[in-house]
């Protein structure tokens, strides 16, 4: 049966988890509201209406929860569709792959409008099969469903399926239903990277050399 590669994005393709730090303060920036705290910590556990809250209170902001809401997520759609960029070397191993008919698909957290303009401004949409969203879906990578939905595009086999991904959590969920996995270093996660080897049948720092990774993969026992 057919190998296929399922892509998680924020931290594996695109060197992107600093935006989810700094949305906030960007946001405010652009309203002129300067600030004396590092947002980006104190929202990064909040949801998006529980960190609407926050700013509306703490900066006294004549703005609705929606307005904030749509505020940082036109910053972020922002940053994605014109400053987000590739991690070195991955664009290689996307083509390598595509070159050896190997079919591919996204699995991510992050809304589908981000990721799309993103991927098409960086010329690599057209590789993919398909992109499913933890919010599409329903269930976050905790859950399985992102996985099999995406297999079940490629038509392959738990065995036959390889996970890439920089956050262990995900990879963990990934290994529990048979999928192989390969973790990615990220600075963001920095501090994981044990659990993520772990978790991780391949583990690489970087994408510099894609034709020995993409070896090792189809060559994998």
């Known amino acids: 049966m057919a190998v296929g590669f399922i892509f998680d994005v924020d931290g594996t393709i695109l060197d992107s988890m600093s935006i989810w730090m700094d949305a906030g303060n960007l946001y405010l920036n652009s309203l002129g509201i300067e600030t004396d705290e590092n947002i980006g910590e104190v929202l990064f556990d909040m949801t998006m209406i529980e960190g609407a809250n926050y700013l509306k209170n703490k900066y006294h902001m004549n703005l609705t929860i929606e307005q904030i809401c749509e505020g940082i997520n036109d910053t972020v759609y922002d940053y994605y569709k014109n400053k987000a960029q590739l991690k070195s070397g991955i664009k290689e191993f996307i083509i390598l792959a595509h070159k050896q008919n190997i079919p591919m698909t ?39 469903d992102i996985f099999i939905r995406a297999m079940e595009k490629m038509h392959t086999s738990f065995e036959n399926t390889w996970m890439f991904e920089d956050a262990s959590y995900s990879l963990e969920t990934a290994k529990k239903i048979g999928i192989k996995t390969v973790g990615i270093y990220d600075q963001s996660s920095a501090n994981c990277q044990e659990q993520l080897k772990k978790v991780s049948d391949i583990y690489i720092n970087n994408w510099s050399d894609s034709s020995m990774l993409l070896n090792t993969i189809m060559n994998y026992k």
């Open 106 to 144: 996204i699995a991510t957290s992050t809304d589908r409008p981000m990721i799309e303009a993103a991927l098409k401004r960086l010329d690599l949409y057209k590789y993919f099969d398909d992109i499913f969203t933890t919010t599409e879906v329903g269930k976050g990578k905790n859950h399985p």
